[in-house]
């Protein structure tokens, strides 16, 4: 914040002071730096149930109330049905902060489709999972950066009750050659225990041997990768000491980054930054959103390059945004 804007907030508070009045003061939005040359910038964002206007409607009208039964695998919740519609200036809030967050290459969740994401990132190509249903997620890839759409891990979905892995290759047959997955892991189990009964732990638990299998073919085959989503999991609570019942037990971590095979070590970005907030009126304390390195792409990373968009406190309150927010890093490519 310059001397300009604190001179300008504390002349606020003194005349809010005066007067008598309460004055909250919203969060200012965190901006990512500029990239340099030479650099790719990945990111994952989820957007939250992002359906284009035109197929919204009919989306509606056939939607899921509570404890209800899908009729078909595009359903929508009644809840989702009655707050989620987005306008085109919605979108174009969107596509406002899908520039200033200026990523190459975006891990997205919770997309129906081009139609919907093509809207918010208008440079990129996308290679997106082949769910019929409306959550879907995949990579948005700025055009002109060489890449193939990988196969897709089915074997996390469990049986079709969560979301597919995506796979993406940059730079495929050249010494920037990367291997990237997309996930969007079961909700509900944050920092619960794995070994919970809660429905959420369980199938979480159940999708970390699919991921671990992974990461060990990656690490087997000596690629650089990475995996990038939303993992619904504060993966640093996990590397805490354990204190007390309450404690959040070791689990999805640990499995990836056992060091076995060699090269399976892992990197996350977010570790050592201080978490933010989308916007000041939400409360969480810790990120799920992850983008998780192997530690031989990691010696790419740009030191300092963490990147965290957050959005500004009244577009947020005047526009449908999401309630996820995006981060990512810089990594630094061979010439």
């Not at 971590?253 to 000041?280: F, H, K, M």
């Amino acid at each position: 914040m310059n001397h300009k804007t604190c001179a300008a907030r504390a002349l606020l508070m003194a005349l809010a002071f005066l007067s008598g009045a309460t004055v909250t003061l919203a969060a200012p939005a965190v901006q990512p730096a500029p990239k340099s040359l030479g650099t790719l910038r990945l990111a994952t964002w989820n957007l939250e149930w992002l359906i284009a206007p035109r197929d919204f409607p009919a989306l509606a009208k056939t939607c899921v109330p509570p404890n209800g039964e899908p009729s078909n695998p595009r359903s929508i919740p009644c809840d989702v049905a009655t707050v989620g519609a987005r306008t085109n200036e919605d979108f174009e809030a969107l596509a406002s902060y899908a520039r200033k967050l200026d990523a190459d290459v975006i891990s997205l969740q919770e997309v129906d489709g081009v139609a919907a994401a093509g809207r918010v990132f208008k440079e990129h190509a996308f290679c997106l999972s082949s769910r019929p249903h409306v959550q879907n997620n995949g990579f948005a890839i700025r055009r002109g950066i060489p890449y193939r759409c990988g196969e897709e891990v089915v074997s996390l979905a469990l049986g079709g009750r969560v979301r597919h892995g995506v796979e993406l290759v940059l730079y495929p047959g050249t010494d920037r050659e990367l291997h990237l997955l997309s996930v969007h892991l079961k909700s509900g189990c944050a920092r619960q225990g794995l070994d919970s009964r809660r429905e959420a732990c369980v199938l979480l638990a159940r999708q970390i041997p699919e991921l671990e299998r992974w990461v060990d073919a990656q690490a087997a085959a000596g690629h650089r990768y990475a995996i990038l989503g939303d993992f619904n999991r504060d993966l640093l609570a996990e590397r805490e000491p354990a204190r007390g019942d309450d404690a959040v037990r070791p689990g999805l971590w640990s499995a990836l980054d056992d060091g076995d095979p060699p090269g399976a070590r892992l990197i996350a970005v977010v570790e050592g930054q201080p978490y933010s907030n989308c916007t000041s009126s939400q409360n969480y304390n810790g990120y799920i959103d992850h983008v998780v390195l192997g530690a031989s792409l990691a010696t790419w990373r740009v030191p300092g390059s963490f990147v965290r968009l957050t959005y500004d406190d009244t577009e947020a309150a005047q526009r449908k945004l999401s309630d996820h927010c995006p981060v990512g890093v810089d990594l630094r490519l061979p010439r």
